[in-house]
């Protein structure tokens, strides 16, 4: 088992700057591949970006140049770094795992990008 908190979340005006964490614990050894998804209301949950554990990292055009995904494996936590946020980046952010026995979800992050 694997569990995930998500935090850092919050209200920022376009052009801003955020910092999501996602805290793991549980049996983290078993765990692959860790990525960032969000769900805007009325759509579907879309991929943000992913990091394996040899550092390579995956992103969704959308945020390419904007966002940053880092993990620091000695405090078992994976980061996202968002810049020049704009007011499509609005949604419910989620922490996912992949792991050897399927996939694990954090219970999201509301970010809003508003003035």
């Known amino acids: 088992q694997v569990q995930l908190v998500e935090s850092g979340g919050g209200l920022v005006q376009p052009g801003g700057s955020l910092r999501l964490s996602c805290a793991a614990s549980g049996s983290i050894g078993n765990i692959y591949t860790m990525g960032w998804y969000r769900q805007a209301p009325g759509k579907q949950r879309e991929l943000v970006t992913t990091i394996t554990n040899g550092g390579n990292t995956n992103y969704a055009d959308s945020v390419k140049g904007r966002f940053t995904i880092s993990r620091d494996n000695a405090k078992n936590t994976m980061y996202l770094q968002m810049n020049g946020l704009k007011p499509e980046d609005t949604a419910v952010y989620y922490c996912?795992?992949?792991?050897?026995?399927?996939?694990?979800w954090g219970q999201g992050t509301q970010v809003t990008v508003s003035s």
């Open positions: 996912r795992a992949n792991t050897v026995w399927g996939v694990y």
